[in-house]
């Protein structure tokens, strides 16, 4: 079973862990040279789905606007990839988030989403999409936390069927659509 978009955050299942006490240290737009070192963090957060590896250097240069890369001790500890939808380019998708194992429970999944949205190029963004498997708890928490600071207004329709879609193959992708606040676009 492959599942496109899972957040490893112990954090979403145990609030007592602050996101803001840890301090990564950057938030950057990823470039060419990051394209190995995001496709092989992805292959250590299954189950993920690792594209080739020049996907993940399509998404570090023609979406580096879009995306997200995050070091610390320059060492690489998470990613988002996201895209403008082409029929809707004020809707944010999420593809893809993911933590290095050695920097869970931080909060960083949270930071990151966060980060992206107060990004110039992303201020006119009125809303983010992002599909999630029934399953995936720590990803529902994630963007419940996102749209309850946006006002509660998120939709979930079922996007890609398991019967219908897969034929047996992979489970219900859910579409979780999460309107945002004028002041997430700012920045």
């Known amino acids: 079973m492959h599942i496109p978009m899972i957040v490893s955050a112990p954090w979403v299942a145990y609030p007592e862990i602050d996101e803001q006490a840890h301090s990564h240290g950057s938030f950057e737009e990823p470039t060419a040279e990051d394209g190995d070192e995001i496709f092989n963090l992805i292959a250590q957060c299954p189950p993920l789905d690792t594209n080739s590896s020049y996907c993940n250097f399509l998404q570090s240069t023609h979406f580096s606007q879009t995306c997200l890369l995050a070091r610390c001790d320059g060492e690489v500890s998470g990613f988002v990839s996201g895209y403008l939808k082409p029929d ?7 593809w893809q988030v993911a933590v290095s194992p050695n920097h869970r429970g931080k909060g ?9 949205f107060a990004r110039k190029a992303l201020r006119n963004i009125a809303a983010i999409e992002t599909t999630i498997t029934q399953e995936n708890g720590a990803s529902w928490a994630l963007f419940k936390k996102i749209d309850k600071e946006n006002g509660q207004q998120g939709s979930v329709s079922t996007f890609l069927d398991q019967t219908t879609h897969f034929k047996g193959k992979h489970d219900t992708e859910y ?5 945002l606040k004028p002041t997430q676009t700012t920045g």
């Open 88 to 94: 809707d380019p004020t809707t944010l998708f999420i």
């Open 108 to 116: 960083l999944a949270y930071q990151m989403l966060k980060s992206l």
């Open 175 to 179: 579409l979780y659509r999460i309107p």
